[in-house]
């Protein structure tokens, strides 16, 4: 009936089917060629019925009842060896093969459906190896250095693990993808989850262990409920040290997180009767839902009185779902939020004058700024407001993220009295895109002044564009804090830099962005 509807049609002559449900089931539709056993006919004869093992190519992927690994990474084996050797025969230097190798093994579409096994990550190392060697002795350079770029006396030779490592990252950026554009396979790997999760939590509120502060099993029994590649994913997620770490995150956020097994341990424990009956009854989620329970009680509600049989409307409607104490569950409900730590806290210290996030005014000044080549105000927002999504990061030491969100007390009248001061900046590089360049800074506020200074760049890294970052380094560690600043320079680099991509270069990890260290010591002082 679809197909009529929509137009759509099977392609009979390849039309494969893969029987899901029980191994019974299963072996069931192989031998009777019966999707149900009260089917008239069986299934046509051309129609192949993959076996349990058998893996079918759907949409590049494979897939197939227990076909873990079946995936055909043998031909393609074959088609990169028969590749190499072609291209052997040309003799091509060590650079050469470099960029052989990358265009041929990096970015396999396989591996990024499916992941690469182990074995064949060995084996295409193997081949690496002996392509580049070609005698077979195996590498002259260390394995580390090989793989590091140039500048720092590697070959920038393709890291087949790295890389399959980099693909397992990117399928948990996709997991922890919250917002509406979320795959649907992270409903269902959340569910698979979430039978891994400890025989004796509340199963009705284990929603994402990223989100929440219970663990997934690294061994025992309840390890094999997961698949391989759930297990890849979760393992590169640790190893990287993927954490819940943003500096600060706005109450919206804070009011979605999942109420129970918060991810501030503090409130990690369900054992008191109106703790579960929350859960059974009010079927709380989200702190949001337990900020609902509580605002009989914060909002000097005049219906409600502080008994179990409080006959407001409130408590009614929770008697008629079976609790036999709503004012206890409201009460409780409020200590739970209360115990949330600052930084995660919906009621936490969030001071709107922080001047740590720039108001709409000001942004459509700077805008119009920009065009006009006037005063730009710096924007130091650090806030997470569009997803919880946004506030996940890796390679995060765990020891090293704060429990208090970053804050900035309102300016007194003191420091408002203080007067502006104007600095004027510049950089230059001698030499300037050859090995010998040097470069350096100046700053200029009056004649006298202590603030003028000409800052030559020490390191091996010397351009231009470094001396010019370097002076506005210099500048802005050389006024007090409370001082307010103007800083004045003609560099579009910097300026477009501190004041356009700062929050785009943050969110990337400052990948292949040049000069990140002297940008972040800059957007710090900042
Ligand atoms: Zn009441
Ligand atoms: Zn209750």
């Not at 051309?46 to 079946?70: P, S, T, Y």
């Not at 396989?110 to 193997?126: C, D, I, T």
């Not at 991810?263 to 900020?291: F, G, P, Q, Y």
């Amino acid at each position: 009936m679809w197909c009529e509807a929509s137009g759509a049609k099977f392609n009979i002559e390849k039309t494969k089917i893969i029987p899901i449900g029980s191994p019974n089931h299963r072996l069931t539709v192989s031998t009777t060629r019966k999707i149900n056993p009260l089917d008239q006919s069986p299934l046509p004869d051309h129609i192949r019925i993959a076996k349990d093992g058998e893996a079918v190519r759907m949409l590049g992927a494979w897939i197939g009842n227990d076909a873990e690994d079946q995936a055909p990474w043998e031909p393609l084996i074959d088609k990169v060896k028969i590749n190499l050797k072609k291209w052997s025969r040309i003799r091509p230097t060590i650079d050469g093969k470099c960029r052989i190798i990358q265009a041929i093994i990096g970015g396999f579409f396989l591996a990024h459906v499916q992941g690469m096994p182990s074995r064949v990550e060995a084996e295409l190392n193997k081949i690496v190896n002996d392509f580049i060697w070609e005698d077979g002795r195996g590498p002259r350079i260390a394995k580390e250095f090989l793989h590091q770029p140039k500048e720092v006396g590697g070959i920038n030779l393709l890291d087949i693990s790295l890389q399959n490592k980099a693909i397992e990252l990117m399928w948990l950026k996709t997991y922890l993808n919250f917002s509406p554009s979320c795959q649907p396979w992270a409903a269902i790997t959340d569910l698979i989850i979430k039978a891994s999760a400890q025989e004796n939590s509340i199963a009705q509120v284990i929603k994402n262990p990223f989100l929440q502060c219970w663990d997934i099993p690294s061994r025992g029994p309840r390890l094999t409920r997961l698949n391989d590649d759930i297990k890849r994913m979760l393992k590169a997620a640790k190893d990287h040290n993927t954490n819940l770490a943003a500096v600060k995150v706005t109450a919206r956020l804070h009011r979605e997180l999942p109420a129970w097994y918060h991810i501030d341990k503090e409130m990690a424990t369900i054992r008191s009767r109106a703790e579960k009956c929350l859960i059974e009854k009010h079927r709380t989620m989200t702190v949001t839902d337990l900020i609902k329970v509580s605002a009989r009680i914060r909002n000097n509600d005049h219906e409600h009185t502080p008994n179990p049989f409080c006959p407001c409307r409130n408590c009614s409607i929770d008697q008629e779902k079976g609790c036999y104490n709503p004012h206890e569950c409201a009460q409780v409900a409020t200590a739970k939020i209360n115990r949330i730590s600052p930084k995660w806290n919906p009621w936490g210290p969030e001071n709107p004058l922080d001047g740590l996030s720039l108001t709409p005014t000001r942004k459509t000044n700077n805008l119009r700024a920009k065009l006009n080549n006037d005063e730009i105000t710096f924007n130091p927002t650090l806030t997470c407001n569009e997803s919880l999504a946004e506030t996940f990061r890796v390679f995060v030491d765990p020891s090293r993220i704060s429990a208090l969100p970053a804050l900035r007390p309102p300016p007194t009248g003191r420091i408002l009295s203080c007067p502006k001061i104007t600095i004027y900046m510049d950089g230059a590089c001698l030499n300037n895109g050859k090995k010998n360049a040097a470069c350096g800074g100046g700053t200029w506020v009056s004649q006298g002044s202590p603030l003028n200074a000409a800052i030559r760049v020490p390191g091996l890294a010397q351009s231009n564009q470094i001396g010019e970052i370097v002076a506005v380094i210099h500048a802005v560690a050389s006024v007090p804090i409370s001082q307010p600043l103007e800083i004045v320079l003609d560099s579009k680099y910097v300026i477009e830099g501190l004041t356009e991509h700062l929050q785009k270069w943050e969110d990337q990890g400052w990948i292949d962005i040049k000069n990140p260290i002297f940008f972040q010591r800059a957007a710090y002082l900042l």
